[in-house]
C-alpha cells in the first residue's frame, strides 16, 4: 500500500511538471513576436549598450549584469523588491543585482531570462 501511494504521489508530480513546462511554452510562443525569448541565450546574442537602453519601461525591461543582457519583462510584476528592479533597466545593474538583499537562488532564477551578452564595442574597451 505504502508502495502505491509513493507511486502515485511521483506520478501527479510528474503530470504537475509536465503541465508547467507546456503552460510556460505557451506563454512564450503567444508573447515571441519574433523576440528572443528569456532562457535563449545559448546563443549569445550580442546586443550594444544602446540597444539595451532602447528597453527602459516597465512592458518593455533589460538590464545588464555582469555583460550578460537579460529580458526581466515578464518578472516585473514579480519582483519581491517591487519597483526597485525598474532603477536601472536599459541599463547596467550589475551593482544592485549583487546586493546583500538577493538570496543566492537568485543567481539560478537570472539565467532564465537571458538573451545575450553585451557587444564590445571600441568605445566600451
Known amino acids: 500500500p505504502q508502495t502505491l501511494v509513493a507511486a ?9 511538471l509536465l ?15 519574433g523576440r528572443t525569448q528569456p532562457g535563449e541565450g545559448d546563443r549569445k546574442t550580442a546586443y550594444t549598450k544602446a540597444e539595451v537602453a532602447k528597453h527602459n519601461k516597465t512592458d518593455d ?10 529580458d ?9 523588491g517591487g519597483d526597485a528592479i525598474l532603477r536601472h533597466v536599459g541599463g547596467d545593474a550589475t551593482e544592485g543585482f549583487h546586493g546583500p538583499q ?3 537562488r537568485v543567481y539560478d532564477i537570472i539565467e532564465d531570462f537571458s538573451i545575450g551578452v553585451v557587444a564590445e564595442t571600441a568605445k566600451d574597451q
Open 19 to 33: 503541465l508547467l513546462v507546456k503552460s510556460n511554452r505557451g506563454k512564450e510562443e503567444k508573447e515571441g513576436g
Open 8 to 16: 502515485s504521489a511521483a506520478v501527479l508530480f510528474l503530470a504537475f
Open 72 to 80: 526581466v519583462t515578464s518578472y516585473v510584476e514579480e519582483h519581491p
Open 102 to 104: 538577493h538570496p543566492t
Open 61 to 70: 525591461a533589460w538590464i545588464i549584469i555582469d555583460n550578460k543582457v537579460y
